[in-house]
């Protein structure tokens, strides 16, 4: 798809949410290889991901690393292969690709479903600091 980085991976995140928005901050600290970018899943070009991948927004609304050319993932599948890419301590969670999907997607539904209630919901999409805004897309 053109207008997006061919070598970077992309974080497609709900940009109204707050543990989303907590979720990218704290992948940006640790991201010390810069291999990721971040689009909110409402703005126009995460919109264009989404139909150019095919994901179903009606099955996940919270999650979506699209590696350009490569592959996406969702739901469980997307955290566990961020923490695996930001490696050190954090590839442990891998081990959790061994759980079934159904269950493992399952926790992350759950988790997805309740965030809002959980961790509370923006007005807006945050606008990202000047030090990072080269991040987003």
């Not at 996940?60 to 599948?77: M, Q, R, V, W």
């Not at 292969?81 to 926790?107: D, E, M």
Request: glycine share 6%; aromatic share 14%; net charge positive.
């Amino acid at each position: 798809m053109e207008g997006l980085p061919q070598d970077k991976k992309i974080v497609l995140f709900d940009g109204f949410c707050n543990l989303c928005d907590r979720s990218v901050q704290f992948i940006i600290k640790h991201d010390k290889k810069d291999v990721f970018r971040f689009l909110p899943l409402q703005s126009e070009l995460g919109q264009q991901v989404i139909r150019h991948i095919g994901v179903d927004t009606s099955k996940t609304d919270s999650i979506i690393l699209y590696e350009p050319g490569i592959a996406y993932h969702y739901k469980a599948d997307a955290a566990i292969s961020i923490a695996k890419t930001i490696g050190g301590v954090y590839s442990l969670f891998g081990l959790f690709s061994w759980v079934p999907k159904p269950i493992s997607n399952a926790v992350y539904d759950y988790v997805a479903k309740n965030r809002y209630k959980w961790y509370g919901k923006k007005d807006q999409c945050m606008l990202p600091s000047p030090e990072i805004k080269a991040k987003f897309l």
